[in-house]
């Protein structure tokens, strides 16, 4: 059983819904953002533009959401400033700096410059997260991406905050030009990125699922693998989307719910089409029909099949945190 700061307990309950499951949408992408606007030319999308996009999305699907994921530069105050993200609708920040350096087969997650956890902190949002590209099998780069997040972990401990951590694997050597091949591995990497992540003082694990559904198919084996993956996870964790299709999408997460997650954290599943529309009226018409549906059919999976993140940790709705007559001296 782990036993949880009031801070902590206090964010993972404005992320959640009132039964405990994460049913997250993410909006924070930037890089990846850019290039869905302008494919030809994504540095010439302005700030404004940017702007643009993240006040339609949060204002036209926060509302089915247990809380959102925003980027500082873009969409964190923009948002709250313009009055569009819900006072009942949690809210996660990231922390990392858009992509990576090192080069695409030796990835350094890099935080952001003139970005803390105190600052996220003290903007009123609910939880941290960062997103790290991670290859266990990479020992040296694995070490100091770790010793990173384990100083996260601690600044998250310090300001009381829940900490989300996404890790992304990535194909090298032989895999880059076979997908079949880093598909093969990459159930192997999954899960050991849960030990090696979890093993820290985190919170929640946002993670890929484990397999690729394109080679891959019997339900079973898919459940069982999820099974492994949370045995592989100390803390709650949820499914991201990766930017596969939606119907791909709700498959994973009712997959992975039966196997233990906690929900999902979806973003361009849900909402990648809206980008390709150039009209604002229209994108907002189809975020608020199509994107809403959407987030309602996984908000359904989820309350069906997702274990409460209490759960996961031992815990029950009625008693989170034991608290004495004096709690508020020692906090």
């Given at each position: 059983m782990k036993r949880l700061s009031i801070g902590k307990l206090r964010g993972l309950q404005?992320?959640?819904?009132?039964?405990?499951?994460?049913?997250?949408?993410?909006?924070?992408?930037?890089?990846?953002?850019?290039?869905?606007?302008d494919e030809e030319n994504p540095q010439e999308v302005n700030y404004e533009e940017m702007v643009e996009h993240k006040l339609e999305l949060c204002s036209s699907l926060a509302k089915y959401t247990s809380a959102v994921l925003l980027d500082p530069?873009?969409?964190?105050?923009?948002?709250?400033?313009?009055?569009?993200?819900?006072?009942?609708?949690g809210l996660l920040v990231s922390i990392e700096a858009s992509g990576?350096?090192?080069?695409?087969?030796?990835?350094?997650?890099?935080?952001?410059?003139?970005?803390?956890?105190?600052?996220?902190?003290?903007?009123?949002?609910?939880?941290?997260?960062?997103?790290?590209?991670?290859?266990?099998?990479?020992?040296?780069?694995a070490s100091k991406l770790l010793n990173?997040?384990?100083?996260?972990?601690?600044?998250?401990?310090?300001?009381?905050?829940?900490?989300?951590?996404?890790?992304?694997?990535?194909?090298?050597?032989?895999?880059?030009?076979?997908?079949?091949?880093?598909?093969?591995?990459?159930e192997?990497?999954?899960?050991?990125?849960?030990?090696?992540?979890?093993?820290?003082?985190?919170?929640?694990?946002k993670t890929e699922f484990p397999a690729d559904l394109h080679y891959k198919r019997n339900k079973p084996e898919l459940v069982d693998l999820c099974r492994q993956l949370d045995m592989s996870s100390q803390v709650p964790w949820v499914v991201l989307s990766a930017g596969v299709d939606f119907e791909l999408f709700c498959q994973e997460v009712e997959i992975?719910?039966?196997?233990?997650?906690?929900?999902?954290?979806?973003?361009?599943?849900?909402?990648q089409e809206a980008i390709d529309i150039d009209d604002a009226q229209e994108r907002v018409h189809f975020l608020s029909t199509v994107g809403?549906?959407?987030?309602?059919?996984?908000?359904?999976?989820?309350?069906?099949?997702?274990?409460?993140?209490y759960k996961k940790l031992g815990l029950t709705s009625q008693e989170l945190a034991y608290t004495s007559a004096g709690w508020y001296r020692e906090y």
């Amino acid at each position: 059983m782990k036993r949880l700061s009031i801070g902590k307990l206090r964010g993972l309950q404005q992320i959640a819904n009132p039964d405990g499951i994460f049913t997250m949408c993410a909006m924070d992408h930037r890089g990846s953002l850019r290039s869905m606007i302008d494919e030809e030319n994504p540095q010439e999308v302005n700030y404004e533009e940017m702007v643009e996009h993240k006040l339609e999305l949060c204002s036209s699907l926060a509302k089915y959401t247990s809380a959102v994921l925003l980027d500082p530069i873009f969409g964190a105050a923009q948002c709250i400033g313009h009055d569009v993200l819900p006072k009942t609708t949690g809210l996660l920040v990231s922390i990392e700096a858009s992509g990576y350096g090192g080069g695409k087969e030796y990835r350094i997650t890099e935080l952001l410059g003139k970005w803390n956890v105190e600052k996220i902190k003290r903007m009123g949002a609910s939880a941290v997260k960062l997103l790290v590209y991670y290859r266990p099998d990479l020992e040296e780069l694995a070490s100091k991406l770790l010793n990173m997040l384990n100083m996260i972990a601690m600044e998250c401990i310090k300001y009381d905050l829940p900490f989300l951590v996404e890790p992304l694997s990535y194909p090298i050597g032989n895999e880059v030009d076979n997908p079949a091949q880093f598909a093969a591995v990459k159930e192997q990497l999954v899960l050991q990125a849960a030990r090696d992540i979890t093993a820290l003082p985190i919170d929640v694990l946002k993670t890929e699922f484990p397999a690729d559904l394109h080679y891959k198919r019997n339900k079973p084996e898919l459940v069982d693998l999820c099974r492994q993956l949370d045995m592989s996870s100390q803390v709650p964790w949820v499914v991201l989307s990766a930017g596969v299709d939606f119907e791909l999408f709700c498959q994973e997460v009712e997959i992975a719910c039966r196997g233990g997650a906690s929900g999902f954290l979806g973003g361009r599943a849900i909402w990648q089409e809206a980008i390709d529309i150039d009209d604002a009226q229209e994108r907002v018409h189809f975020l608020s029909t199509v994107g809403a549906d959407r987030l309602k059919r996984l908000n359904e999976i989820a309350s069906k099949y997702a274990v409460p993140w209490y759960k996961k940790l031992g815990l029950t709705s009625q008693e989170l945190a034991y608290t004495s007559a004096g709690w508020y001296r020692e906090y």
